[in-house]
């Protein structure tokens, strides 16, 4: 692991088991916020088949009133789409793990090999958002399921266009 993922992996790791991260501001309760980008790199199947690929990625995050976090995922190429629904008991490996840290929401993705952070950084109100992702591996490969659900290899990953929209209220009850 390069020097610099080691920094990312110990400051994610200080954030997740800060006693005070997991508070949620009351600004954010009974909100749903999205997250949308756009994830392209090389993908290596099992057959050992290399293709350039482009997955649009969205995360909508419901904060209801108690300050429990619901989460929707999608991803999806020309291909195939593949997306779940995760409430907070939810012990799945690959949901992601998302936190409030003061005004900003902090959630890690993990992989096979490798995680995705995503940050959402709110305006005092929170009323709007901005989003910002941050792909991790070691030695250049991440490896996770593609929209097909295929384990890929991945290398050159990168994230573009990331998006973010706050609404009061339940978005997945509509």
Do not use: W
């Not at 997250?35 to 649009?56: D, M, R, V």
């Not at 998302?98 to 995680?115: C, E, Q, S, T, W």
């Not at 250049?140 to 399921?145: E, F, T």
């Amino acid at each position: 692991m390069r020097p610099s993922c080691v920094a990312v992996s110990v400051s994610l790791f200080a954030l997740l088991v800060s006693p005070t991260f997991a508070q949620v501001p009351a600004a954010a309760m009974n909100k749903t916020i999205t997250i949308s980008f756009t994830s392209t790199g090389t993908a290596k199947s099992p057959e050992g088949e290399t293709k350039g690929f482009s997955t649009s990625v969205s995360r909508m995050i419901y904060v209801s009133s108690a300050g429990r976090l619901f989460m929707r995922h999608t991803a999806s190429n020309a291909k195939a789409s593949r997306g779940g629904d995760f409430d907070p008991n939810d012990t799945r490996t690959g949901k992601g793990d998302f936190r409030f840290n003061g005004d900003k929401l902090v959630g890690v993705i993990p992989y096979a090999a490798g995680a995705r952070q995503i940050t959402v950084t709110f305006d005092p109100n929170f009323s709007s958002c901005t989003a910002s992702i941050i792909e991790g591996h070691t030695g250049g490969i991440m490896r996770r399921k593609g929209p097909n659900g295929i384990m890929y290899e991945l290398s050159g990953v990168t994230t573009s266009s990331p998006s973010c929209s706050i609404q009061s209220g339940n978005a997945f009850a509509q």
